[in-house]
């Protein structure tokens, strides 16, 4: 037993000891260098361990320069390729749809008796919008028509009185000059009568008889100036047919004007009924039943289907953008459209040139500014048949321009 127990005592010494062993018996390869003087073993052992492991090190410190590198030249291709893809095109954001917006407003005075028209709703042309009460506008219509009929009966005795006068004045005229003519022959009478009675014996005749022949003498001179007068008078043919035709056109006049005041009071009345103009929305509707509306009264608008793009480009980028180059256009409300149109036309000025006060470069210190010109786009494609867009909407026109 003692035998076992010395023999267990020593295999256990052995087994403490053979991981010593084994360590101090480690194979040297033959790339490792020399133990350097001066140095334990052990920390010589320590140190190119870690000469290895430093040495393993480094080749993954190489890695994040190389990627850098790669991901820079990406950037410089992607940019070039961004360039080239890109440097025929001109867009801005300064951009937004536009169309006819048609204020509606109406012509006459009065309440609204009917409105046939609501929020955003679509009319079309000829549809009857809203109505004004007429009665008012009936009786003057009513008014105007018998002015009209008084105005014509007029005109129809006065060109009666025209043709009476082209007959009557030549006959006053004969009429006036034979008159003058039997006075002139009963001057005659009347002179030899009174010749007589005062050449004759004093007691050959009596004094009644010499004063009648003086009574028939003076009576027979009264009658031929009398006579003659009338002859001046009627020998004014042409004078008196002048004034009557100047009665006819005078009221010949008066019909025309007659019928125009009918005319202004049926159209009066025809603006009671306001119909729409075009084809549009109904937007800003301001008027209810019952409303009395004033002349020029805006009522609302009637936004026409037809839009298009206005955009204004820098000065800058002016240079090669032509009318009828393709333009793609992106609305920020509708993402999903992919519109497609041209260049319809640039306006002849900045927008700073047609604002309500325009700048005065001539006075005080000048500072340049980049001006902005608006360039009319048409939409040609991307709108459904009946699809249209609201006005005022931002949108991003790309021009793809073709270098001068």
């Known amino acids: ?10 295999q256990a010494d052995r087994q403490e000891a053979a991981p010593h062993d084994r360590r101090d018996r480690q194979p040297v390869r033959a790339d490792q260098p020399e ?43 992607l940019a070039v390729v961004y360039w080239l893809m890109t440097r025929n095109e001109e867009t801005t954001d300064d951009a937004y749809t536009e169309g006819n917006a048609t204020a509606f407003a109406p012509k006459v005075a009065g309440y609204v008796t009917q409105l046939n028209v609501d929020d955003n709703m679509f009319v079309h042309k000829g549809d009857l919008l809203l109505r004004i009460d007429p009665r008012d506008y009936i009786a003057t219509r009513d008014q105007a028509r018998a ?37 002139k022959a009963n001057q005659v009478q009347a002179e030899r009568d009174y010749k007589r009675q005062h050449s004759v014996d004093p007691r050959a005749t009596t004094q009644t008889s010499i004063d009648q022949a ?9 009658a031929v100036s009398n006579a ?20 006819v056109k005078q009221r010949d006049a008066q019909v025309r004007q007659a019928e ?24 800003r509707r301001n008027v209810d039943l019952g409303t009395f509306l004033q002349p020029g009264q805006q009522v609302f608008y009637i936004v026409q289907p037809e839009v298009w793009v206005t955009a204004n480009f ?33 306006q002849q000025g900045s927008g700073a040139r047609f604002s309500a006060f325009p700048a005065e470069n001539a006075t005080g210190n000048f ?26 909407l931002s949108v991003e026109p790309t021009v793809t321009v073709t270098p001068q």
């Open 367 to 392: 500072v340049k500014i980049v001006r902005r010109v608006p360039v009319k786009i048409i939409i040609d494609h991307g709108l459904a048949p009946r699809q249209t867009l609201p006005l005022g």
């Open 35 to 77: 133990p350097r003087p001066g140095k334990p073993a052990n920390q010589q052992d320590r140190s190119d361990h870690d000469d290895d492991r430093n040495g393993e090190q480094k080749p993954k410190r190489r890695w994040p320069l190389i990627i850098l590198a790669i991901v820079v030249v990406a950037v410089v291709i």
């Open 214 to 222: 003086n009574a028939q003498m003076l009576s027979a001179n009264a």
């Open 260 to 283: 125009a005041n009918l005319e202004q009071a049926e159209v009066n009345l025809s603006y009671t009924n306001l119909t729409a103009p075009t084809d549009g929305t109904i937007t």
């Open 314 to 346: 820098k000065e800058t980028q002016l240079a090669d953008i032509h009318p009828g180059e393709p333009v793609s256009i992106s609305v920020d409300a509708y993402p999903s459209l992919n519109l497609r149109g041209h260049v319809d036309s640039i």
């Open 1 to 10: 037993m003692a035998g076992d127990t010395v023999g267990n005592a020593d």
């Open 147 to 183: 002015a009209l009929g008084l105005a014509r009966a007029q005109l129809s005795s006065a060109q009666v009185d025209l043709e009476v006068a082209r007959v009557r004045a030549p006959a006053n005229q004969a009429q006036a000059q034979a008159q003058l003519q039997q006075a």
């Open 228 to 247: 003659d007068a009338q002859v001046k008078i009627a020998s004014l043919v042409q004078q008196t047919i002048q004034a009557v035709e100047d009665t």
